[in-house]
């Protein structure tokens, strides 16, 4: 079974760029999410879809972050304008039940 | 409310044994735990949702107090490849709850 695919590995933008990250959750899999895991601490929630509907949006940055899952499959993060302490790991992790599956994370630098 | 990882960091030898602490100060639905390698996804090792559970595979297991406000994981006879961060992640009220991680144990095994 494919894991949780992500794109970009690795992407440098300097501040008040935009900056959009992909990620492709384990087939069948109807909930995504997205974490920002900031160096040295935990992932922390962002937003959560349940097919292509959001749950859980409260701790998204909404003036400047906004995410969609328009067919309740692949899911688009996108940054506009970034700032500085925007530079951290995008983590998407999908779930069918109680276990969420990481992707391996979309490496951002904010200049 | 982030549930509180110790040690912060440990140093073992090839074969010593470990136990990193998840402590929670109300109830807890759930405790998932994760290790995750430098620059790598969190990967998923186990989840203990009864008070007074135990569980494990291989020589890593985990165990959930019967007050469900603390858990712990023990690595026994460890090796090279336990090397990297371990989570704990928690969920509180029910299964829709989000998932809250602690701020990570770095543990390092050397030969």
């Known amino acids: 079974e494919a894991g949780v695919a992500q794109s970009p590995r690795y992407k440098i933008i300097e501040k008040r760029q935009s900056v959009a990250f992909w990620c492709n959750p384990i087939s069948g899999h109807a909930t995504l999410y997205w974490y920002q895991q900031i160096l040295g601490q935990g992932p922390k929630l962002l937003i959560q879809?349940?097919?292509?509907?959001?749950?859980?949006d409260s701790q998204l940055p909404k003036d400047r972050f906004s995410a969609e899952r328009l067919k309740g499959v692949d899911s688009t993060l996108k940054i506009q304008p970034a700032k500085l302490e925007d530079s951290a790991v995008y983590l998407c992790a999908s779930s069918r039940s109680e276990t969420q599956y990481f992707g391996p994370g979309t490496r951002l630098l904010v200049l | 409310q982030q549930p509180v990882q110790s040690p912060q960091a440990v140093i073992l030898r090839e074969g010593e044994d470990a136990v990193i602490n998840c402590s929670s100060s109300k109830a807890l639905y759930s405790v998932h735990w994760y290790r995750q390698k430098h620059g790598e996804a969190p990967i998923f090792l186990m989840i203990l949702l009864k008070g007074g559970e135990q569980k494990g595979h291989d020589k890593i297991s985990a165990s959930f107090n019967e007050k469900k406000q603390q858990s712990s994981l023990y690595l026994t006879a460890s090796q090279l490849s336990y090397s990297g961060t371990y989570f704990c992640?928690?969920?509180?009220?029910?299964?829709?709850?989000?998932?809250?991680f602690g701020k990570g144990t770095k543990l390092s095994v050397k030969p």
């Open positions: 879809f349940q097919n292509n509907g959001v749950v859980d």
């Open positions: 992640g928690t969920i509180y009220g029910g299964s829709q709850g989000n998932l809250i």
